[in-house]
């Protein structure tokens, strides 16, 4: 199975090489990405509020991002996830709303990105028979 050369806001063949240089591999982790992050809007936004958990939260998405190569959101979560550890550890008083703005907005442009991704190679797949 072959990956997209190109996929908006991912780097595929940095997270293709990091799983052993095997496609099926990132095919299977953007599958989860897809299945397991569909609802993580609305989970993030009823832990606003509650930094420990909006922590979480945000780390689980970073985390996830990154293993499979979406580095904008990644990085943007990075940063949300940064701000909210200064906040727990008391050197800063607030997240800024500009900062949980930009992760809402990455997040939903990459999720849409990879479950359109993940729909495309679906569809093949769904012909075949057993």
């Not at 996929?7 to 591999?25: C, H, I, K, N, Y």
């Not at 299977?28 to 958990?53: K, M, P, Y």
């Not at 922590?55 to 990075?78: D, M, P, Q, T, W």
């Not at 997040?107 to 012909?127: C, D, I, K, M, N």
Request: with cysteine; glycine share 6%; net charge negative.
């Amino acid at each position: 199975m072959s990956v997209p050369h190109t996929l908006e806001g991912f780097e595929v063949s940095a997270a293709v090489e990091r799983m052993l240089d095997q496609p099926t591999l990132w095919w299977q982790a953007v599958g989860l990405f897809v299945e397991h992050f569909s609802a993580w809007e609305l989970t993030w936004q009823g832990c606003i509020g509650d930094l420990a958990r909006e922590k979480k939260a945000v780390h689980a998405l970073r985390s996830a991002a990154a293993n499979i190569g979406a580095v904008a959101l990644s990085s943007v979560a990075a940063d949300l996830e940064s701000q909210l550890l200064r906040c727990l550890e008391g050197s800063s008083a607030c997240v800024p709303d500009q900062l949980r703005i930009h992760l809402r907005e990455s997040y939903r442009r990459t999720f849409q990105v990879a479950a359109e991704a993940w729909r495309s190679v679906q569809r093949p797949l769904e012909g075949r028979a057993c």
